[in-house]
């Protein structure tokens, strides 16, 4: 079943539209009809992501130059919503790809954008980024895993938490604290380097000093691998510093998150359109009271209600995706769409669950498995506490009053 209606873009070119159409033939042929399944296995997508890399979707948004299809922000945000709608976890597996591949091209060395984008582009290096630890989730400042310069290189010790693609990436963007050549008293994010750690996909130490224990098990977005990294002295040499020079790592993380913030507005707009494929087709389907519940009155409002919100994030995500693409600051927007995105999401899923009844609660039915993946966004990537401390302090700064 295709969207006829809503979350329609303007303005596409013939370009983009064909690489949708692609993208969607493409789910709704291989990822719908088995995501359920693999998802209550919590299997890993192997076909699914070799589908994706033959289609060019690792290296959509990497420059031409390093093999890439050097598309736009919303062109990759379009995309990752038509995969959110078909399976959200295999959109987590391309999206911290993606911020990767954008955080070396916007801020790597020559040399880095070298090496590793031609690869990233055509999926045979797979990215990860870690920011989290176990003791802090939006609390950047308080990292307190470590580099310590070792001879003309850095041992790396702490422990890193959340890794999306932790198992089978085979390049970490970490966010560590490296004070040297800092005074006493420097602010926190002036302390900060991205180190790129090349590793061996899978589990265990997967380089010396370098672990990841094993697979976190999860509510919802299974499938794909969420873990922990332990570094005990893992030995980075300086040229697998991001950019070349430490001290820079929040500001380049940030600029990652910005981009992926989008992405996840994005992915609760995926997810969201399902829901309400799934409630409006079950509603024509089941009979109470000898018509379709979609006669009710009282289905209809949720439908309309359904619809208006898929409308709205949609809108939302795709100004703040052609903002960035404009080379402007988007932070307020991207914040303001992942937020309205993600609350609405869940809303539109819980309102699918409802019309479904009994059955939403019945794992044979797909609704069960969007109803658990859905409080994911809430968090990822910046809670929607973060994002309204966000989006409050950049309205103070647009709206100060003088005097």
Known sequence: MTVARLAQTEGLTD?????????????????????????????????????????????????????GLGESLLTYALCVEEIARGWMSVSGIVNTHFIVAYMIKQHGTPEQRETFLPRMALGEVRGAFSMSEPGLGSDVSAITSRA??????????????????????????????????????????????????????????????????????????????????IMDGVRIPEN??????????????????????????????????RAFELGISYAQQRHTFGRAIAHHQAIQFKLAEMATKVEAAHAMMVKAARKKDSGERNDLEAGMAKYLASEYCKEVVEDAFRIHGGYGFSKEYEIERLYR???????????????????????????????
């Open 15 to 67: 370009v983009q539209r064909e690489i949708l159409a692609t993208v969607r033939e493409f789910v709704d042929k291989e990822i719908i009809p088995v995501a359920t399944e693999l998802e209550h296995r919590d299997e890993y997508p192997t076909r699914i992501v070799e589908g994706l890399r033959e289609l060019g979707v690792f290296g959509l948004m990497i420059p031409e130059e390093y093999g």
């Open 148 to 229: 310590v310069r070792d001879g003309d290189g850095h041992l790396l010790h702490g422990q890193k938490m959340w890794l999306t693609n932790g198992g089978t990436s085979n390049l970490v963007a970490v966010l560590v604290r490296s004070d040297e050549g800092h005074p006493e008293g420097t602010a926190p994010h002036k302390s900060m380097t991205t180190f790129l750690i090349e590793k061996e996909p899978g589990f265990g130490e997967v380089r010396p000093g370098l672990t990841i224990p094993g697979k976190i098990d999860k509510m919802g977005y299974k499938g794909v691998d969420t873990t922990e990294m």
């Open 240 to 273: 697998r510093v991001l950019g070349g020079v430490t001290g820079r790592g929040f500001y380049q993380m940030m600029d990652g998150v910005e981009v992926g913030r989008v992405n996840v507005a994005a992915r609760g707009c995926g997810v969201a359109q």
């Open 373 to 403: 993946e859905a409080p994911m966004l809430l968090i990822g990537e910046g809670t929607a506490e973060i994002q309204k401390m966000i989006i409050g302090r950049r309205l103070l700064e647009e709206y100060r009053i003088e005097g």
